[in-house]
């Protein structure tokens, strides 16, 4: 069974009725051994702000050196975004194997008349991969309730509710009390029930859990006070937390007084675990990194546009008055909410707009736009009302009614943000294609039905680009791809909620006159970026043509050449030399990465980089710092660097805005540790797709810090969580990384990589320089290597034959 026939069977699943309650859910786990038994969980109920804190009781737990899982609900672009370890997706083998598994037995039940839900199965299949993956602790955000969920069919040891309002009265009842009841029920048997709820909705939850540690504003007189800062950038906010006897100040990637209470509630419950690993310095950091899309998330600034999932009356309110620390003129509203929602309270709740667009998501519960646009015309603040086709519809027209000052809200429910949401975070992915072998193995990794790889293959010998598109855009493809007769082969599942994969095949000249008949617009502008040369406006030296960094490395202890230019005259001596020899960019690193290394103090790194950047100052190239802390970067900045290079991909929240506010170019690889951890077992479906996507979400991060895609450098992180055969794969098909509009930064010198052929520690030159002239032609922008005069030559070689045969090279498209 292959992923998207799992996801298909899984969807199907959402036809059958909610029956609360957890037998079901346990007798599915006993099918499958019972393998969550050895696991920690945390359950956060509550009507608001549970999936933001369950991110970032997360966030707090892997900061603290934990192995977790995440499950949360719903998800975005495919089902998988749902259950993570450690950060990543479930992988689709993973997925894959569940079904496999538990098919037999879900089969049976339906038969019977007694079928598991989607979310009862999808519930079981998370605990199941934490169990597969040896997760230390997995945080479960509560679908329904609390009492009779399906996550409740562990016993946490530790609990919170978040809030209490009046929502899914028709389950959980019609009063605080009834409501209240039913989500306490996630109490630990041993520690206190964790709360953000305040007045009413506190009383409610102590009379069920009286000792229930409470989390408010001072002036609530809680056990746990929160203390909402403001905005410090256009994406974040500074909170504090105080616990009495513990205490953090720091910020959270989510604005709005309400992700104080949020963070608040989740210090504490990581707390209540590990009090002697969750120190202050680790909150401050967790909180921090904890990003959570669509939840008043910033996408853009000029205009401002704001994606939140805001889905309640409380909800909307909240966002109104986030909203309001902004400054902007007019509003613009998106609004797309489900049919079983408050719609009029909704609309009230949000402050008045000059136009609103009413819209649908793709989702058998979404409400009628009519209805939508009913009652945002039923209240006295509304200005133009207007239906649209589509979200993808809705948000173009308001982007294109707003003006540089005004702001854009899409709001209404996480399945509206989610279809917005793919104007940034799509990408179409280029393959290089040399033979129908290759064809066929492109269609393959998309999930073309095999009968349909064998039909189409031999057609796939000019231009192949993969993109992911839902059910109407996959039609529309579809449809333009008739009309201009080139070949576009969609994966074939039924699921309403799953993106999939199409492949469209044919020259550059058909596939711009596929661009000209597309009908969406969205998905044409995703495209373009694949079929027509991007142009760079930024004069760095890798613009033209390939560049060179040479690798001084100021250590003891680095693996190649540790120790050699440790003192700072023999570093100034080495950069220099290899300027002469060509480098148009010397990386400098005080602290090594290999496998063992151990952490240097940040003071101690300052002390060896700096004087040697400050000596550089006349050199005639570019400087990088290689380190993977912001106050290093920001030191070595100050000293004179240009360039940051972060091994941890921005793994230091402040990383992105220290090269936002020198408005420097940053290295952003990939890496699952740094230092690396020998021997650790990384899963991939697709090593390169995998990494290519998980770059995405942190080259976004950048982004929205404030740097332009051609300050982004993209490093796909060669041997941090990847094998030799893994390394490789990255390199033969390094050009599907322009997908990332970015520039492409490689970095294999010397590395363990070669053994895999032969080569030897100490003897592995000539492979690197053959991986020079590789990774040229397949479209790096920059090599980073220790011996520069032998590389600059095989990039001059590797260019100059480019040049000689008359045909692009990946990297000159």
């Given amino acids: 069974m292959d992923y998207h026939a799992a996801a298909d069977f899984l969807s199907d699943l959402r036809r059958f009725a909610i029956d609360p309650g957890t037998e079901s859910t346990r007798a599915l786990l006993a099918h499958l051994g019972d393998p969550h038994e050895d696991i920690d969980f945390v359950q956060i109920a509550g009507s608001n702000g549970k999936g933001s804190t369950a991110r970032m009781t997360e966030s707090v737990l892997r900061e603290a050196g934990y192995r977790t899982g995440l499950y949360t609900s719903p998800h975005f672009d495919d089902l998988r975004e749902r259950i993570r370890v450690d950060g ?115 009383l409610a939850v102590r009379r069920y859990a009286p000792d229930a540690l409470s989390v408010g504003p001072a002036e609530t007189d809680p056990d746990v006070s929160v203390r909402y800062d403001g905005l410090r950038n256009h994406t974040e906010a500074a909170v504090a937390v105080d616990g009495g006897d513990w205490r953090v100040e720091t910020r959270v990637p989510v604005p709005g007084a309400y992700q104080a209470q949020n963070a608040g509630v989740a210090a504490t419950l990581a707390r209540q675990i590990a009090p002697e690993r969750v120190t202050e310095g680790v909150l401050a950091r967790g909180l921090r990194s904890a990003h959570w899309p669509g939840r008043f998330e910033v996408v853009e600034r000029d205009p401002l546009v704001v994606l939140d999932g805001a889905h309640n009356p409380s909800a909307c309110e909240a966002v109104a008055d986030t909203l309001g620390e902004y400054d902007y003129d007019d509003l613009h509203l998106v609004f797309g909410a489900m049919h079983d929602k408050d719609h009029r309270s909704m609309v009230d709740a949000l402050p008045a707009a000059a136009s609103v667009r009413t819209c649908a998501p793709a989702h058998e519960r979404a409400a009628d736009p009519e209805v939508l646009a009913g009652a945002f015309e039923a209240g006295s603040d509304a200005g133009a009302v207007r239906t649209a086709s589509s979200v993808a519809t809705a948000l173009e027209q308001a982007r294109e009614a707003a003006t540089e000052g005004d702001c854009v809200l899409v709001v209404g429910s996480l399945f509206a943000v989610a279809e917005a949401r793919r104007t940034w975070s799509r990408l179409a992915v280029g393959r290089r294609i040399e033979d129908t072998e290759d064809a066929r193995d492109a269609l393959a990794r998309a999930n073309v039905d095999p009968d349909t790889v064998a039909e189409t293959a031999p057609e796939g010998d000019h231009r192949v680009v993969t993109i992911r598109l839902d059910h109407r855009e996959a039609r529309t493809l579809d449809r333009a791809a008739g009309r201009v007769g080139v070949t576009a082969v969609t994966a074939d599942y039924r699921s309403g909620h799953e993106l999939r994969d199409a492949v469209v095949m044919g020259t550059r000249a058909d596939l ?239 590395k363990s990589m070669f053994a895999h052929v032969g080569q030897g520690a100490g003897e592995r030159l000539s492979a690197t320089i053959a991986g020079t002239a590789l990774a040229v032609d397949r479209g790096a922008d920059i090599v980073r290597v220790h011996d520069v005069p032998e590389n600059v030559a095989a990039v001059r070689t590797a260019v100059a034959t480019d040049d000689a045969a008359g045909v692009p090279s990946a990297w000159q498209e």
Avoid at 567 to 593: C, L, P
Avoid at 603 to 614: A, D, F, K, S, T
Avoid at 619 to 639: M, N, P, Q, Y
Avoid at 668 to 680: L, N, R
């Fill in 88 to 202: 990543r997706k479930i992988s689709e083998s993973a997925v894959a194997e569940f079904v496999e598994r538990a098919r037999p037995f879900l089969v049976d039940r339906a038969v019977e008349g007694d079928p598991l839900t989607s979310f009862e199965t999808l519930t079981a299949m998370g605990l199941w991969y934490f169990g597969q993956s040896d997760v230390d602790v997995a945080v479960l955000e509560v679908g329904l309730g609390g009492r009779l969920d399906a996550t409740s069919v562990v016993d946490p040891i530790a609990a919170a509710v978040t809030a209490v309002s009046l929502e899914h009265t028709d389950v959980l009842g019609d009063t605080l009390d009834d409501i209240a009841s039913e989500k306490v029920a996630v109490e630990p048997d041993d520690r206190p029930l964790v709360t953000g709820a305040t007045g009413d909705s506190l």
């Fill in 512 to 750: 711009r006159e596929l661009l000209s008949e597309l009908d969406d617009e969205r998905v044409a502008t995703t495209l373009r970026a694949r079929v027509e040369d991007a142009h760079a406006t930024r004069d760095y030296p890798w613009t033209e043509t390939p560049s060179v960094m040479g690798i001084l490395n100021v250590t003891p202890d680095s693996f190649h050449d540790g120790g050699d230019f440790f003192d700072q005259e023999a570093a100034v001596a080495r950069a220099e030399a290899m300027v002469e020899a060509g480098a148009d960019v010397i990386d400098v690193g005080g602290e090594s990465t290999r496998p063992g290394a151990d952490v240097v103090p940040v003071e101690e790194e300052i002390g060896r980089v700096r004087p040697v950047i400050e000596a550089l100052d006349d050199l005639d190239a570019l400087v990088s710092i290689d380190t993977r802390k912001a106050e290093v970067a920001r030191a070595a900045l100050d000293a004179g660097a240009d360039i940051l290079n972060d091994v941890t991909g921005l793994a230091d929240p402040e990383m992105r805005f220290v090269a936002a506010e020198f408005d420097a170019p940053v290295v952003v690889m990939h890496s699952i540790d740094a230092p690396v951890v020998p021997g650790k077992d990384v899963t991939y479906d697709d090593v390169v797709t995998d990494v290519i996507h998980e770059l995405g979400e942190r080259v976004a991060l950048a982004e929205r810090a404030g740097l332009d895609r051609e300050q982004i450098i993209v490093d796909p992180g060669l041997g941090f969580g990847k094998n030799a055969v893994e390394n490789f794969e990255l390199l033969d098909r390094l050009d599907e990384f322009r997908s990332l509009g970015c520039p492409i930064l490689f970095g294999h010198s010397h």
